[in-house]
């Protein structure tokens, strides 16, 4: 082919519709009328000369070649973003992008407090924050979609070669308790009083939930003989339950600043046992670093894992910033 049968307007139609599942919607989501989508798949299709839709049942379905020209589609589209980025640092931080990524815990307590910072000394860039499981966390990194992340589960197996995995920081992980609780008042409380108590966890499939069991296991405590009294799926109501008097908890210090500063939560020492789980940086050394990732790198990174993420220890911020746009999802805590 001596000119390229498709434009980038017609690939960013195309990963539209997969993403969407129909016409109408990707033509909403793209703010075009559902005729020029059509009208651009039809063109698209006559130029490659293959069908990229079966058109035979209610959600639009990608055939074959149709999810072989996504596939490539979307690392033009990434490379491009890439290219855009890189020439606006050019201007030497006075623009451009940062995007972040986290895990749960750590996207919803922890990195607000370190992109403000970051905002403050270099106001025009714009951040992202994406707050996902670690999973889909590492991919992001891996196609580009994301600068770095701060993560606490494990990065899947097949990307630990393609990723830099950066062991950060230790997150303790702290027993709290109502501050009404008969344990409340004690320095420290023995391994077999965990036995007696009501815990409210995560799911069994969160991060978080495998390595306080993994902990507790190597400490001696059998898991299988804690009482679970009810699971959900977000560190917030589990904070609301356990000061509601419904039971105890594992969770990120991070998490419990303010509860601990009002009063309402307080945290039990166990005998001998310190649960920790070890935070991580990742970031594709394969793709393009830009100006802005190694800004927030060299001067934000070592703040936080110096102050060993005390809140306390960190000054406030001393002016308005611009929001945070930040993109989440419903996921358990990982």
Not at 17 to 44: C, M, T, W, Y
Not at 232 to 259: D, R, T
Request: charged share 20%; proline share 4%.
């Amino acid at each position: 082919m001596s000119e390229l049968p498709f434009t980038l307007d017609q690939l960013r139609i195309l990963k539209a519709i997969a993403a969407e599942g129909s016409f109408k919607r990707a033509a909403d989501s793209l703010f075009v009328s559902q005729p020029a989508v059509s009208l651009q798949v039809q063109n698209l299709e006559r130029q490659l000369n293959v069908p990229l839709f079966d058109r035979g049942g209610r959600r639009a379905q990608l055939t074959e070649a149709g999810h072989l020209l996504l596939t490539y589609g979307e690392k033009i589209l990434s490379l491009c973003q890439e290219t855009c980025r890189a020439i606006e640092d050019l201007q030497n931080l006075q623009g451009g992008t940062l995007i972040v990524g986290a895990s749960q815990t750590t996207g919803t307590y922890l990195l607000p407090r370190m992109i403000g910072m970051f905002r403050q000394k270099y106001p025009d860039v714009a951040v992202q924050l994406h707050v996902h499981s670690t999973r889909r966390t590492a991919w992001s990194v891996a196609n580009g979609q994301i600068d770095l992340a701060i993560v606490g589960g494990e990065v899947p197996p097949e990307l630990q070669e393609s990723l830099e995995v950066i062991p950060y920081a230790e997150d303790e992980l702290a027993l709290i308790l109502p501050v009404s609780h008969s344990l409340a008042e004690k320095e420290t409380i023995q391994k077999d009083d965990l036995y007696h108590l009501n815990f409210i966890t995560l799911d069994s499939q969160s991060t978080i939930r495998k390595v306080i069991d993994q902990v507790l296991s190597r400490s001696g405590i059998d898991t299988r003989r804690l009482k679970v009294e009810m699971e959900l799926n977000s560190i917030e109501a589990i904070k609301n339950a356990v000061q509601s008097g419904l039971g105890v908890a594992f969770v990120s210090v991070s998490a419990i600043e303010k509860e601990l500063q009002i009063g309402v939560l307080t945290t039990a020492k166990i005998e001998q046992i310190v649960v920790n789980r070890i935070l991580s940086v990742i970031y594709n050394p394969n793709r393009y670093r830009s100006k802005a990732a190694e800004a927030f790198s060299k001067e934000i990174l070592p703040l936080f894992s110096s102050l060993n993420f005390n809140p306390d220890k960190i000054k406030p911020l001393s002016k308005e910033i611009q929001p945070i746009e930040i993109v989440t999802n419903n996921v358990s805590e990982t």
